[in-house]
């Protein structure tokens, strides 16, 4: 056996024990979320009503709730089985992606074993694959990508190139954040970097491209906004509006420099805008008319909602324009929370408090985190130096690090990416793609979202870890990895 299939059976061996002792620890696959997320269209039409309820959906792209929705009529009864094995299998499949794409791209056998095998008993791994939320798919699709992109750039083959765009673009219908101009993005810098290749990657990417507009065009046509998701205002109304203290908002209410909406934190139940909207007309859909799920949830897909959130949005952008103060204090509430470990993080706790001490003693040893606060802690409280001092030593201080050093070297490279040999080439490009995407997330994330910073993180936390093997190997023997620079 070679060297490198050794490595790849180590890494298999500790995801595997390491599982078996979560399990024995008491730690379970959570699919509570099912029928109480916002994101999800709730069961009984993921079951009765699925390709209705998907094409009119506006608040999420549609291949979660189409996965979601499968799942329940092929697994009747077994669902929860079905999720938990797919999400095992998901998990398993980014630790041994994450090792296979180090290797690729030059790392030792030992350094790629090493940090595959981080990642996998990394408690945020652990919690978010036991968790039926989107960031163990999407951290599995970004990886994917990332080896065709790899192969495609060493093979220059049409199909990896093609395989590459459609699992980026089943990202981009995945999870809103990664917008259809990121996907737009990969195109352009390929094509600018690969002029050889021009023809082939533009008609690669036309299918791809193509179901990726149609969603957003279908979301223009049905309801007057080009984008995946009509909530962008509530949420760019938390790291704008929600910022500023209640008795300062209501008195930029009662000046009319904002609306009476700033005054109701966004995601709100729909009674709560009783007196500020008028509710659209009944559509006949259920998914657009119900008020609440069966489930006792608000149902943020009802039709007013995109109202609601336009209205959020206007509010933000007039506050950002007359008040950046305020945008700025969110910015770097944010940006605070977004390198705290992913998986502090409320919506894990039960599992997270089922593993004991374990994700304290790997956060501090090896992400760095000094001060351990609640998973659930608030960034908007009163300030003071105190304050300040005990977030910045909650936060991952090592994993802060190991983030900037990954993007300062994807930087390096990408800028030599036009040089070399066709195999040096293909690992720069790669490298470079992969650390644009960090970038991506890092001002993205933390520019529109105060929340679930950490959260966002976790998706391109693999990426980390090849760079950090990748770096380790060429510090280890520079020869390795001279054609990188």
Known sequence: MTPVRKGAVAVLIVFLLSRALCFLAGVRFDPTPLPFYWQYIEPDLLREDLLRSLAHLHGQPPLFNLFLGVVLKVFPGREELAFSGAFRVLGLLVTLGGYALMIRLGASTRAATLAAGMFAISPANILYENWLFYPIPVAFLLVAAALCLHRFLLHRAALDALFFFLVTACVSLTWSFFHLLWLLASLVLLVGVLRSARRKLVLAALAPLLLACLWYGKNLVMHGQFSASAWMGMNFARIATIQIPKPERQALVDSGELTPLAMIHPFSPLRAYEELIEKPPHTGLPLLDRERKKSGADNLHHLAYIEIS??????????????????????????????????????VAENRRRLGGWPRLYDFVVLGQILNQPPNFDLDTHESSGYLARMVFSLGLLWMVAYSMSIRWAWRIWRRSGRGSRRALADRITLGWMGGNLVYVFLVGNLTEFGE?????????????????????????????????
């Open 453 to 485: 910073n950490q959260r966002f993180r976790f998706v391109v936390d693999p990426f980390v870890w090849v760079f950090l093997a990748v770096h380790v190997s060429s510090w280890l023997s520079p020869s390795r990895i001279q054609s990188k620079g």
């Open 310 to 347: 336009r209205g959020y949005a206007r509010d933000a952008l007039s506050l950002v324009t007359r008040h950046p103060s305020a945008y700025a204090r969110g910015i770097r509430n944010s940006f605070l929370l977004f390198f705290r470990p992913s998986d502090d993080y409320d919506q």
